[in-house]
């Protein structure tokens, strides 16, 4: 079984940054493509960055040049560096990854348990 945390959400003035990390245990897997997403209250839950297997990445127009996403590969860790943080990306980030089954090369979706970001205006 594969299992995602994620950590370092937290209350954050307007302009602050903060940096999600999302580490992914389970045995014999690899990450495929991996991706951040959001829901704030009231609201369909978004797709705020993903990147592909081959490094490509993908934002939201609502967060370009301000949020990276990463990985290290060695710590099988996913990261999303977030800067100039608005009161409006107030939400619960979550982080997905696809990773594929090394004995069977399947491909399965995993999905975390969600943290929580505020920005405070």
């Known amino acids: 079984q594969v299992q995602l945390v994620e950590s370092g959400g937290g209350l954050v003035q307007s302009g602050g940054s903060l940096r999600l990390s999302c580490v992914v245990s389970?045995?014999?897997?690899?990450?495929?493509?991996m991706g951040w997403y959001r829901q704030a209250p009231g609201k369909q839950r978004e797709l705020v960055a993903a990147m592909s297997s081959a490094g490509s990445t993908n934002y939201a127009d609502s967060v370009k040049e301000r949020f990276t996403i990463s990985r290290d590969n060695a710590k099988n860790t996913v990261y999303l560096q977030m800067s100039s943080l608005k009161p409006e990306d107030t939400a619960i980030y979550h982080c997905n990854v696809r990773v594929r089954r090394l004995t069977t090369m399947a491909l399965s979706d995993y999905w975390g348990q969600g943290t929580q970001v505020t920005v405070s205006s």
């Open positions: 389970g045995s014999s897997f690899s990450i495929n493509a």
